[in-house]
């Protein structure tokens, strides 16, 4: 079967660093996404990663660790913007269809 | 370059009747796929279509549930006798033709919240 387990909630101040972490348990895995949702808009694309390793873009980064099964997303020098859902979401090999995990809610706080 | 379209926006049903929800792809995208997402979960893969073609609808309910994607106009998802539980965000994504790494980003429409009274 298909798992993918984030937090479902988390909490921070403007200004700092936090990290959200994605574990996936899937077959035929090709990469992981993260993306931003806002409350009641569509989902936006933040990161793709495919190899193992940090891709860095902006304040946002986000970490794959193939055989551990394991992401994260680092987001730094926190707004109040920030707040929003971020999903972890693996791309399966031959399809490209997408499984999402639930979503961590995070909320900034000045 | 106008982004994925969906309309409506918000639809309201009686138990019953039927929805149908629209989405337009991106220009120049040929993959089209269709997410639900019920209140407080995440986005569950409903079904991967091309044009005239269903790749994948190993996420769609075995009934009263259809889609299509016409070589003319947009994909169409049908929920007929919608019952309260397809009370949902139905959000459309498009991709273009698949890359060698598999990183086709989804570009994801507003969606649709549909409501069943």
């Known amino acids: 079967g298909q798992n993918i387990d984030q937090p479902t909630e988390m909490t921070a101040t403007e200004g700092a660093i936090v990290q959200i972490n994605c574990t996936y348990q899937t077959s035929g895995f090709n990469g992981l996404f993260w993306y931003q949702q806002h409350a009641g808009e569509a989902p936006t694309f933040l990161s793709y990663?495919?190899?193992?390793g940090l891709e860095e873009k902006g304040r946002f980064s986000s970490f794959l660790s193939r055989s551990k099964g394991y992401s994260y997303l680092l987001l730094k020098e926190l707004q109040m913007k920030d707040s929003a859902s971020y999903l972890c979401a693996v791309s399966i090999r031959n399809t490209d269809k997408l499984i999402f995990g639930t979503g961590t809610r995070l909320q900034v706080f000045p | 370059n106008a982004g994925v379209m969906q309309n409506p926006r918000h639809l309201v049903r009686r138990r019953g009747q039927e929805a149908r929800l629209r989405c337009s792809p991106m220009k120049g995208h040929s993959h089209v796929y269709w997410y639900r997402q019920l209140p407080e979960e995440g986005l569950k893969f409903m079904v991967y279509?091309?044009?005239?073609?269903?790749?994948?609808e190993s996420g769609m309910p075995k009934e009263r549930f259809s889609a299509e994607f016409p070589k003319e106009g947009p994909s169409i998802l049908r929920i007929q006798q919608v019952v309260r539980g397809d009370s949902a965000a139905y959000f459309c994504a498009s991709s273009p033709i698949m890359g060698e790494l598999g990183d086709n980003e989804q570009f994801f429409g507003p969606g649709t919240r549909l409501t069943v009274l």
């Open positions: 990663n495919v190899l193992d």
């Open positions: 279509l091309q044009k005239e073609n269903i790749i994948d």
